[in-house]
């Protein structure tokens, strides 16, 4: 069984913003040991728009990597994710980690503290 973890934009941010060595870490070793890095196309823009243009390559790295596979926010999608009465950001992370029953990863635990007990989403925070 192919195992993952969904990134959310506060995980990118750390990535990419290389605040966080366990966030670099998780990339790495999802790279050698072939764990699938879902990243909600929302989290790629919320994240892009808060980091520096420095930053921005780190991105770009991450979304080529073999093991990423980005989640568009098609017409369907944001349906679904906007039926979920929640934060945009919020609620497309959290129907990603749903759907294929893996942890969400993120730098800002407190999002999700009131949610992710209700849909049995395990919420992995980066230290």
């Known amino acids: 069984m192919i195992g993952g973890r969904v990134l959310d934009a506060a ?8 605040t966080s060595v366990y966030a670099q870490a998780l990339v790495w070793t999802a790279v050698e040991e072939g764990l699938v ?30 093991v990423t596979v980005v989640d568009d ?10 039926g979920m ?10 129907l990603c980690a749903s759907d294929r029953g893996w942890p969400l990863v993120t730098g800002d635990a407190s999002r999700y503290r009131d949610i992710s007990s209700g849909v049995g989403i395990d919420i992995e925070p980066l230290p």
């Not at 995980?11 to 290389?18: D, G, H, P, Q």
């Not at 879902?38 to 080529?64: F, K, N, Q």
């Not at 098609?74 to 906007?82: K, P």
Request: aromatic content about 2%; cysteine-free.
């Open 37 to 66: 890095l879902v990243v909600p196309s929302s989290a790629v823009a919320g994240a892009w728009s808060r980091l520096t243009e420095r930053d921005h390559p780190v991105i770009d790295v991450l979304l080529g990597l073999p």
């Open 85 to 94: 009465g929640l934060d945009p950001l919020d609620a497309h992370a959290l």
């Open 11 to 18: 995980a990118l941010i750390a990535i990419a913003s290389r």
């Open 73 to 82: 926010l098609d017409a369907t999608r944001a349906r679904a994710v906007g």
